[in-house]
């Protein structure tokens, strides 16, 4: 499935009620309901915008994300039928628009819902690092394996106490692992939010986490942002880590153990009835350590088939990633473990960052029913790389 965008970006219209028109086309097939993010000229920042459509009656919220570089608008772009065309424009708006994602804490915890259900739990408390727990997909059920936040799950194996459902860390920093958990292992452990939103677009949580070493010693830190959409299908989620080398220079090794990881639920596993394919068509075991701009891996969960992807963002380091996926269930993005995928001759996968320096990686998880094509997942991701292209979107 090819996606089209007739106009892509924001495009100024003379003579025009509309700020900025976007036109999007559904091809052959059709194309799946996606968040689509743009930049704001400077005149539409500070004010509250909907997009609606040129020709028709379908109006929509924008939800406004205001950094120090730039300004991005975020709104819902609806799924397409094969041949439709959508003119969407963006005007100021005056509309009350309900908070459709609503973000609540409670001791370090933060409940994530959507239309008033429980999509997930971003959990920091007596937990050796942050994780997402449970994880709903669009059929209702949990998409991540249970272990070990509950134990004696009838069919679950209980190996690898460190994945923990969907979590971020790397086994080699400074030589310390934050990968797996227990004595000798270093934690990431969160320090505050900054930032809690509820929206009719997306909600989204900014927090900082310390990285601490098996001594106590605060190796690094990290700012993140999850950002929850208020999709109707599948369910999509952003998870932004920066991880900024303040207390001192930083060595990320070449090892296999990370970074942006899930433990899928026991029957959608590839040794059980699931499959793994990547965006070049790989699929199984052939889709460990090798480049691809997603990968994903569905199967059967309770009478339904659904899958889980991540979508690598074109502005990360080494893009397209690399992949540490077993058919056991451990499903990562990790571009720092060339050597250990590639062997001999591979070129150096470690990574320095200066002290002062900081680097971002940044991934989007779609959660669907059916199949990667069935759900288009390479439609999404190319919505998603769309969002990369400005010239302030490293900073």
Known sequence: MRLLILAMGATLVSG????ATFTFDGGAEGRPESPYRFALDAGDRGQALEVAEV??????PVQVEETEAVAWGYFIVPALQPGEQLHLGTRPSTREWENVVTLNESGGDVDVLIRGELFTRYL???SPKPHCYPVIGPTGVGVTRNYPMVQGVAGESEDHPHQMSLYFGHGEVNGRDFWAIGEGRGRTIHREFTDLVSGSVFGSLTAITDW???DGVIVCNDIR?????????ARVMDYEVTIRADNGPLHFGDTKEGMMSFRVAASMQADSGGTLVNSEGRTGDDTWGKRAR??????PLEGSTVGIAILDSPANPR?????HVRSYGLFGANSFGLMYYQGEGAPDGTMDLPEGDSVAFR????????????AGVDDMWRYYARGFEHPDVGR
């Open 16 to 19: 025009s009620a509309w700020a």
């Open 55 to 60: 020709d028709g009656d379908l109006v929509l």
């Open 124 to 126: 920091t408390a007596d």
């Open 212 to 214: 601490v070493d098996q």
């Open 225 to 233: 942002t999850l950002r929850f959409y208020a999709t109707h299908t």
């Open 294 to 299: 997603w990968c994903d891996n569905y199967g």
């Open 319 to 323: 893009h397209p990633t690399t992949w």
């Open 363 to 374: 991934y989007r998880f779609v959660i669907h029913q059916g199949t990667p094509n069935e």
